[in-house]
Each structure stands twice: as structure tokens, then as C-alpha cells.
């Protein structure tokens, strides 16, 4: 899953898999279909 976020002001994109931050919508979806979800709260 993808989350919106906000840093300074700004609205960023973090994919829930392993907490990267992206300032694009797409480019964060993109990342997260090829993610290999390896971070800390991947519990399944
Ligand atoms: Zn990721």
C-alpha cells in the first residue's frame, strides 16, 4: 500500500512496505508493485 504523508509542508507518497518516501503518487505506486515488502511491519 501506498500512504499519503506529510514532510515540511509538503504531501509525500510512502509505501507501507518498507517506509521509502516519494513525492509522486505514480512513482511510489510504481515502487511498491516491485517492492519486496522486507520492512518491519510486513507480517504475513
Ligand atoms: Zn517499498
Known sequence: MVSETTEDGAT????????????A???ARTHEENCDGEGPSYIQ
Open 25 to 27: 503518487r505514480e512513482e
Open 12 to 23: 509525500m507518497y510512502e509505501c507501507e512496505e518498507c517506509g521509502m518516501l516519494f513525492e
